[in-house]
């Protein structure tokens, strides 16, 4: 029988536990025993968490869009679980629907912002805290559109591919330490993603045909998508198995079949088949 991930993480930071893969994260960790300061903007949202799991659960309010005191927020919890935490999960995050030509620049700024800078720091401020034991585990969630870029969703693609990127850094700048990265691409799951989405405030106010039929094929795909538990059980054995580098999750389709035959198509040729994928 396999030991439970408390005896490797007793402690863990995740980042957007209110709904969808956070939640499923934290349920997963608190499951296994670790001690989770979890985290969100409106402690009502944690309230469930912190009263079924009263000894293990510390809610954590903290808004990306809010660096200096994202940081200190995550500052003030390492000190509570012991100066450093074994395992972050960088999760948070946000979806924007639009035109990138159509919608003002600042809307893109702030998602960049938010999922890119904040994200950022708090690694930053983990992984000298980490350091200093030469010892944990820094899991940045990504996306498959890292390898698949979703359409009218530009703001979300970047932030991802430079997470990926970063943690691509990190694999060498922690290579023979005690340290380990994690780059998780999750692929579409049954969550609220879409129903949070931010809509581009400047689109026009008829949506255009394209933007209509790519908006449908991703509420079909996460129709038909595994729940979010999927993911959290992904995670768990990357973590078990003390994984350093990328893991993907999500239907055999996007996870592993799509991934390994883009290697040998041209580009161009990728390109249109993900255009028919989204009905464009």
Request: net charge positive; charged share 20%.
């Given at each position: 029988?396999?030991?439970?991930?408390?005896?490797l993480?007793?402690?863990?930071?995740?980042?957007?536990?209110?709904?969808?893969?956070?939640?499923?994260?934290?349920?997963?960790?608190?499951?296994?025993?670790?001690?989770?300061?979890?985290t969100?903007?409106?402690?009502?949202?944690?309230?469930?968490l912190?009263?079924?799991?009263p000894?293990?659960?510390?809610?954590?309010?903290?808004?990306?869009?809010?660096?200096?005191?994202?940081?200190?927020?995550?500052?003030?919890?390492?000190?509570?679980?012991?100066?450093?935490?074994?395992?972050?999960?960088n999760?948070?995050?946000?979806?924007?629907?639009?035109?990138?030509?159509?919608?003002?620049?600042?809307?893109?700024?702030?998602?960049?912002?938010?999922?890119?800078?904040?994200?950022?720091?708090?690694?930053?401020?983990?992984?000298?805290?980490?350091?200093?034991?030469?010892?944990?585990?820094?899991?940045?969630?990504?996306?498959?559109?890292?390898?698949?870029?979703?359409?009218?969703?530009?703001?979300?693609?970047?932030?991802?591919?430079?997470?990926?990127?970063?943690?691509?850094?990190l694999?060498?700048e922690?290579?023979?330490?005690?340290?380990?990265?994690?780059?998780?691409?999750?692929?579409?799951?049954?969550?609220?993603?879409?129903?949070?989405?931010?809509?581009?405030?400047?689109?026009?106010?008829?949506?255009?045909?394209?933007?209509?039929?790519?908006?449908?094929?991703?509420?079909?795909?996460?129709?038909?998508?595994?729940?979010?538990?999927?993911?959290?059980?992904?995670?768990?054995?990357?973590?078990?198995?003390?994984?350093?580098?990328?893991?993907?999750?999500?239907?055999?389709?996007?996870?592993?079949?799509?991934?390994?035959f883009?290697?040998f198509?041209?580009?161009?040729?990728?390109?249109?088949?993900?255009?028919?994928?989204?009905?464009?």
């Amino acid at each position: 029988m396999s030991r439970p991930l408390s005896e490797l993480y007793a402690t863990a930071f995740v980042t957007g536990t209110s709904a969808g893969l956070g939640r499923a994260f934290a349920e997963m960790l608190l499951a296994e025993g670790v001690r989770v300061w979890g985290t969100a903007r409106d402690a009502g949202r944690l309230t469930d968490l912190a009263s079924r799991y009263p000894a293990l659960f510390t809610p954590v309010i903290l808004d990306l869009a809010v660096p200096a005191a994202a940081e200190t927020a995550f500052e003030r919890a390492a000190n509570t679980a012991g100066g450093a935490f074994d395992l972050v999960v960088n999760n948070a995050g946000y979806g924007v629907f639009g035109e990138f030509d159509a919608t003002d620049f600042s809307v893109w700024q702030t998602q960049l912002d938010t999922m890119i800078g904040t994200t950022l720091r708090l690694a930053h401020a983990a992984l000298r805290r980490m350091r200093r034991k030469n010892a944990g585990c820094l899991v940045n969630v990504s996306s498959l559109a890292v390898e698949f870029p979703l359409p009218f969703m530009s703001g979300y693609n970047v932030a991802k591919a430079a997470l990926s990127a970063f943690s691509e850094s990190l694999w060498i700048e922690t290579r023979g330490t005690g340290i380990s990265v994690i780059d998780f691409r999750p692929g579409d799951f049954r969550t609220d993603f879409n129903q949070s989405m931010q809509a581009a405030s400047s689109s026009p106010p008829l949506p255009s045909a394209r933007t209509q039929r790519a908006w449908q094929a991703l509420e079909n795909h996460l129709r038909g998508a595994p729940p979010a538990a999927r993911a959290a059980a992904d995670l768990k054995r990357a973590l078990r198995l003390r994984r350093h580098g990328t893991v993907r999750s999500g239907m055999v389709f996007q996870a592993a079949i799509a991934p390994f035959f883009a290697r040998f198509l041209p580009a161009a040729l990728r390109r249109a088949v993900s255009a028919r994928y989204f009905g464009l």
